[in-house]
């Protein structure tokens, strides 16, 4: 492997995440948990932009509060850079340019959809050509969302939510999602509240089930393109945990689901909500209502493609 760059810049685009359902199980001896999850990549991005450099350095700006992202080796996405280089045994360097998008600690996997972007952006430049499947590998290695970000569409996760596989997806769905600026919740956070819950037998919180698996009716709801039977199974296990660590979300459930929502659902650990809705029209009236009630509301759609160069 030559240290010479390949290319001069390199762009790519990856997207953020909604997960239509989330079953999690018991919690591990080591303190994680297995989960079933239907990831659905949506339009809303990170931009990732790559150049050669001796050293690995990056900066952060967005259109988000991004504030609470770190710009040095705590990052996923130069953390991501440095496992492929060492993998590729390539000598160089890069300068990461990150805007982002995605809301930080937002439960939409933004700094998963970094890290992906990073691989195939460094992939690109350093000429490593590792290929999807090796891509893929060292994703798992990065965290449980990193490989859905790569791979994009809807998809079936098990094991962390790690281990894949595409779904068969009908048509376009329209979300609205709410988002709570510069108010994210810590996933391990989230997690370990549910396990308080469980543990206390909380009324309205199921025991975990030993294996999680996606419901059968989502899977024919998704591969159907029925807006309206997906929103009836939609599910996340972490939700009853993500209102209680903050009670106001259930406002925003409550005026969604009463303004022509099909069902609301928080996203991954929250505290974004989701709304499932109609279709485009659908979703513009929602949105403009939500605005009006004061919440920062975006209108995306899914399923659209993994990390890709532009
Ligand atoms: P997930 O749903 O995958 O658990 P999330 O969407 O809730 O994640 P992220 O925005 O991906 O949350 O990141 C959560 C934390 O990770 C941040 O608070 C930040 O400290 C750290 N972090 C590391 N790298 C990044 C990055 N590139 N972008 C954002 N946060 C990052």
Redo the contacts with the bound molecule.
Sequence with gaps: MSDAAVVDRVHVRAPGKINVFFEVGDVQDDGYHDVASAYQAVSLYEDVWAEPSDDFTMRVSGTVDVS???ADD????LRAARLLAQRAGYEGGVHLE?I?HVP?????????A?AAAALVACDLLWGTDLGMHELQRLASRLGA?VPFSLLGGTAIGTGRGDQLSPALAKGRVDWVLVTSEGE?LS?PEVYRHLDRLRADRAPDIAPPRRTPAVEPGVLQALRTGDAAALAERMRNDLQPAALSLRPQLRNVLELGENSGALAGIVS??GPTIAFLTAGPEAALELQVTLAAAGYAALHVHGPVAGARAL
Aim: neutral net charge.
């Design positions: 609470g992202v770190p705590r990052n996923l996405a990150i982002k930080v600690a937002g439960g939409m996997g933004g700094g998963s970094d969302d994210g996933t991954g650990s």
